[in-house]
């Protein structure tokens, strides 16, 4: 099966609702539970994805209407971090896991960050500690651990976990004059 990536437009919304209850739905998806996934929720983060960062989506080649996975990220508000992409956030629907479709969503992710966001410096994001396959990942796409944030994870049942900040940077990134 061959998947191809696309950029987010505001039509996708409906099936990214869908996508992220679903991935909600299943323990390790997603930071969210499925109570959480509103449409508010899904519209706040494409609104800001298409307004300041990126949104990409890969749609199932045997039905395009469904959209199988996503990955966004954007710009905080304070405008002393407007060379930051942060928020950012991959799901990947539970059927199609194992495809390397997260590895080319960060991919396309990194490249179109690199070939046409040159007012972007950094990319981060933040993985618990307990998901060291993921940490791994993402050291090998060139993130890199900036700390820990202990006890930040509520896991159950008075566990608490540390969260990972890592970060990515644009070799092309140019401050605009």
Same mark, same amino acid.
């Given at each position: 099966?061959?998947?191809?990536?696309?950029?987010?437009?505001?039509?996708?919304?409906?099936?990214?609702?869908?996508?992220?209850?679903?991935?909600?739905?299943?323990?390790?998806?997603?930071?969210?539970?499925?109570? $959480? #996934?509103?449409?508010?929720?899904?519209?706040?983060? +494409?609104?800001?994805?298409?307004? &300041?960062? %990126?949104?990409? =989506? *890969?749609?199932?080649?045997?039905?395009?209407?469904?959209?199988?996975? $996503? #990955?966004?990220?954007?710009?905080?508000?304070?405008? +002393?971090?407007?060379?930051?992409? &942060?928020? %950012?956030?991959? =799901? *990947?629907?539970?059927?199609?896991?194992?495809?390397?479709?997260?590895?080319?969503?960060?991919?396309?992710?990194?490249?179109?960050?690199?070939?046409?966001?040159?007012?972007?410096?950094?990319?981060?994001?933040?993985?618990?500690?307990?998901?060291?396959?993921?940490?791994?990942?993402?050291?090998?796409?060139?993130?890199?651990?900036?700390?820990?944030?202990?006890?930040?994870?509520?896991?159950?049942?008075?566990?608490?976990?540390?969260?990972?900040?890592?970060?990515?940077?644009?070799?092309?990134?140019?401050?605009?004059?």
């Amino acid at each position: 099966m061959v998947f191809d990536v696309r950029k987010s437009t505001i039509l996708d919304q409906q099936s990214l609702f869908f996508l992220y209850q679903k991935v909600a739905g299943y323990t390790g998806g997603i930071a969210r539970t499925k109570s $959480e #996934i509103t449409e508010k929720f899904i519209s706040n983060n +494409l609104h800001l994805s298409l307004d &300041s960062g %990126l949104s990409l =989506v *890969v749609e199932n080649p045997e039905n395009r209407m469904q959209i199988i996975a $996503e #990955i966004h990220c954007y710009k905080p508000e304070a405008k +002393l971090f407007n060379h930051v992409l &942060s928020n %950012l956030t991959i =799901v *990947v629907d539970q059927s199609f896991q194992g495809k390397g479709i997260g590895k080319l969503m960060f991919l396309s992710l990194l490249d179109n960050i690199e070939s046409c966001r040159n007012d972007v410096l950094r990319v981060e994001l933040i993985a618990r500690e307990s998901n060291q396959r993921a940490i791994t990942f993402y050291q090998k796409l060139g993130f890199q651990i900036e700390g820990r944030f202990e006890s930040r994870v509520d896991s159950g049942n008075n566990q608490f976990e540390a969260d990972i900040p890592m970060a990515w940077f644009n070799k092309n990134y140019s401050k605009a004059k």
